[in-house]
């Protein structure tokens, strides 16, 4: 069993907020509330918004355009998920990288006050600039605001020695280094984000968030996925 985290980055992909019913999933979002709120840690969240759309995936828009379009659809997400957050009781601040009337623009000092009198920070519209995954967001404002661990929330359950949807005797890896991650080019994690958080000595830890309780576990020590560090 590790040392349990004290401060987390919690990347959660937009498709964690949809469901059969929709992009914005009522019940999608009170389960993320529902499995965040109760952490005996600080946690802030960058969202990504491919419930709506994933920029890089809409070639029938340029693609400055589509990437635009992809920060304003984190931005509903994060709207949404602090509406959810109040509905259990957990208040939650709302920092967008892009301009939006009534949200407050990225401010650290502000995020790390926030997660000191144990409030939700959710960073929201990726970097504000095209080219740029909500990954790489993730690993920027984790090293910010000095988090202990980047928690990737994946569709899988870490990483694999293959791709898993075309070789079913993939074999999953417990334990990778940075080095090891970025040689192999691992696709289930931005290589750009993997360079910032080997640069701050950022572990990474990518695990399903179909699991049941991961960030629980996570937040006890228990591995729940694949561990990525030094």
């Given at each position: 069993?590790?040392r349990?985290?004290?401060?987390?980055?919690?990347k959660?992909?937009?498709?964690?907020?949809?469901?059969?019913?929709g992009?914005?999933?009522?019940?999608?979002?009170?389960?993320?509330?529902?499995?965040?709120?109760?952490?005996?840690?600080?946690?802030?969240?960058?969202?990504?918004?491919?419930?709506i759309?994933?920029g890089?995936?809409?070639?029938?828009?340029?693609r400055?355009?589509?990437?635009?379009?992809?920060?304003?659809?984190?931005?509903?997400?994060a709207?949404?998920?602090?509406t959810?957050?109040?509905?259990?009781?957990?208040?939650?601040?709302?920092?967008?990288?892009?301009?939006?009337?009534?949200?407050?623009?990225?401010?650290?000092?502000?995020?790390?006050?926030?997660?000191?009198?144990?409030e939700?920070?959710?960073?929201?519209?990726?970097?504000?600039?095209?080219?740029?995954?909500?990954?790489t967001?993730?690993?920027?404002?984790?090293?910010?605001?000095?988090?202990?661990l980047?928690?990737?929330?994946?569709?899988?359950?870490?990483?694999?020695?293959?791709?898993?949807a075309d070789?079913?005797?993939?074999?999953?890896?417990?334990?990778?280094?940075?080095?090891e991650?970025?040689?192999?080019?691992?696709?289930?994690?931005?290589?750009?984000?993997v360079?910032?958080?080997?640069?701050?000595?950022?572990?990474?830890?990518?695990?399903?968030?179909?699991?049941?309780?991961?960030?629980?576990?996570?937040?006890?020590?228990?591995?729940?996925?694949?561990?990525?560090t030094?």
């Amino acid at each position: 069993m590790r040392r349990s985290p004290s401060r987390i980055l919690l990347k959660l992909s937009g498709e964690a907020f949809k469901s059969s019913n929709g992009a914005l999933s009522p019940e999608s979002f009170a389960r993320v509330a529902g499995e965040i709120a109760p952490l005996p840690l600080q946690t802030a969240i960058v969202v990504g918004g491919g419930n709506i759309l994933r920029g890089a995936r809409a070639p029938w828009l340029d693609r400055v355009e589509a990437d635009s379009v992809g920060m304003l659809a984190t931005v509903l997400n994060a709207m949404v998920l602090r509406t959810a957050f109040e509905a259990v009781g957990k208040a939650a601040l709302v920092q967008s990288a892009v301009h939006v009337e009534g949200l407050a623009p990225i401010s650290i000092r502000d995020a790390v006050t926030a997660l000191s009198r144990d409030e939700i920070v959710i960073f929201a519209g990726g970097t504000g600039s095209p080219f740029v995954s909500t990954d790489t967001a993730a690993a920027i404002r984790a090293a910010a605001i000095h988090a202990d661990l980047v928690a990737k929330a994946s569709n899988v359950p870490g990483v694999y020695d293959r791709n898993p949807a075309d070789h079913s005797d993939a074999q999953l890896i417990t334990e990778l280094t940075y080095e090891e991650f970025l040689q192999n080019r691992y696709g289930v994690m931005d290589q750009v984000a993997v360079e910032i958080c080997r640069e701050h000595g950022l572990p990474i830890e990518v695990f399903s968030w179909d699991r049941p309780g991961a960030l629980a576990d996570l937040a006890s020590g228990i591995q729940i996925g694949t561990r990525i560090t030094h």
